[in-house]
């Protein structure tokens, strides 16, 4: 397994420990699972990059790091819904596309394809990451100013989980063998 490889497990590790932290009741336990989620969120941009410059892109890792990147955000989504702090529609709609995508990319896989991420994929992961760190911060330093960013950039992230779900959908149909059904 390539160091690429091994940073992208490390994501996934990291999430447990997240959860473990935000639940936890002691004066800094939300700014350990904050630096946790920045630690895991940093390391999905480290591993591409790794892979990219090195020559280690591997089926693995076109298939574990998505994975990783759903296991970390939907994890803080549903621990924010469940403080209260965002609406669980938004994250309905984000964990539907993540299903249907992660069924698109099984269906292509069984037919020998990999879906590799795409722009607006990564795009939308980003999007998502910065709204859940402004989340976690509670706003700050924008709530001191009356500017409600980490609303703004959650309901951005929903524009974008939308959008390149449908891209998603768009460009890879034909991996579906709809003559089966």
Do not use: C
């Amino acid at each position: 397994m390539n160091l690429a490889n091994k940073i992208t497990i490390l994501r996934v590790l990291l999430v447990p420990l997240f959860i473990v932290f935000f639940y936890l009741d002691f004066q800094y336990s939300q700014y350990v699972a904050l630096a946790i989620f920045v630690i895991a969120s940093i390391t999905d941009s480290i591993d591409g990059h790794l892979a990219r410059s090195r020559n280690m892109v591997t089926t693995f890792g076109k298939f574990v790091d998505p994975l990783a990147d759903k296991i970390l955000t939907t994890s803080a989504f549903i621990l924010l819904v469940g403080t209260g702090k965002i609406p669980s529609w938004v994250v309905i709609i984000i964990i539907a596309r993540e299903f249907i995508i992660s069924g698109l990319r099984v269906l292509a896989a069984s037919n020998g394809v990999t879906i590799a991420a795409s722009k607006w994929g990564k795009i939308k992961t980003i999007t998502q990451l910065v709204a859940i760190i402004l989340l976690l911060l509670d706003n700050f330093p924008f709530s001191y100013i009356g500017i409600q960013l980490d609303y703004i950039m959650l309901y951005i992230s929903l524009f974008f989980t939308v959008l390149s779900g449908v891209d998603y959908v768009q460009k890879n149909i034909k991996v579906l063998n709809l003559d089966d059904i």
